[in-house]
């Protein structure tokens, strides 16, 4: 879910009775605005500069429209969906939790205008934004990825959750191989499961990954969260085991949706994963 947008900081201005201006109150730093906000530690904008919270807000939307998320976040393919050009407000890209940091210190048109920039210098921008630099929309075109599901595994094992969770989980598995995506599982409420789904880039890396996972408990090569044993096993749909890399995926959003649909006919419990 997005997150409520917090107040700007800067000092308001009040009209008085006979017409003067004078300050309404003196402006809140940014530490005192997040703590205020329920913001995280982790998340606090005081630890970052401006110039890195525009190189961060770029490589963020770029994730949230990559080919790993777009196709499995149900609200941003959803929402997408609402215009026929595909156009998604900025503001609401803003107020998703991993670019809390950023929206403290970045306006919506310095966010639009960081991610034109940066779509410069690809050779097939990913994605693009509007003339108003109030929106913006994957313009590459989504190909289906056959084999991403095979690439994936099922990892359950992990604590409570933390702010800064999501990033210590995506520098604990890129020990084991090139990571495509980390998407931590999620209740009904929201609340963390414990466990993940990881997407390797390579299936040869995956498959050693797995085989780490079948070690003694005891074992110093065996994977553990904060020395405890992980729970591997390659990911699996309506409990069918995957046969191999020649497994399909449902990665084109299309294919997500009647995944879904064709999931909850035969009585399964299918639920698209979001990450942000």
């Not at 497994?247 to 399964?268: I, N």
Request: charged share 30%; hydrophobic share 35%; net charge negative.
């Amino acid at each position: 879910m997005a997150d409520q947008d917090v107040p700007k900081t800067e000092t308001p201005v009040e009209t008085t009775a006979e017409g003067s201006t004078a300050p309404a109150a003196p402006a809140v730093d940014p530490q005192t605005a997040a703590a205020a906000a329920g913001v995280p530690d982790a998340l606090d904008p005081s630890a970052i500069e401006k110039h890195v919270a525009l190189s961060e807000v770029a490589r963020q939307i770029s994730f949230y429209f990559g080919d790993a998320n777009y196709p499995f976040d149900r609200f941003l393919f959803m929402l997408s969906r609402k215009s026929p050009e595909g156009w998604v407000p900025i503001s609401i890209i803003a107020s998703f939790k991993r670019m809390k940091p950023m929206r403290f210190l970045l306006t919506d048109e310095e966010i639009a205008t960081s991610v034109e920039e940066a779509m410069q210098l690809q050779e097939d921008p990913l994605v693009e934004v509007d003339e108003s630099k109030t929106k913006i929309r994957r313009k590459r075109e989504l190909v289906p990825k056959k084999d991403a599901f095979a690439r994936s595994a099922y990892v359950k094992g992990f604590g409570e959750e933390t702010g800064e969770l999501q990033k210590d989980l995506e520098a604990f598995f890129a020990e084991y191989g090139d990571i495509a995506q980390v998407r931590m599982r999620r209740d009904k409420g929201r609340g963390f499961k414990g466990s993940v789904f990881v997407e390797f880039h390579n299936f040869k890396e995956l498959q050693e990954f797995v085989q780490l996972g079948q070690k003694a408990d005891d074992d110093d090569e065996r994977p553990k969260w904060e020395g405890h044993p992980l729970q591997i096993m390659t990911k699996s749909w309506g409990g069918r085991t995957l046969a191999g890399p020649e497994r399909d995926s449902f990665d084109h959003p299309s294919d997500v949706l009647r995944g879904v649909s064709r999931g909850r006919r035969e009585g399964r419990s299918c639920r698209l994963v979001s990450r942000r």
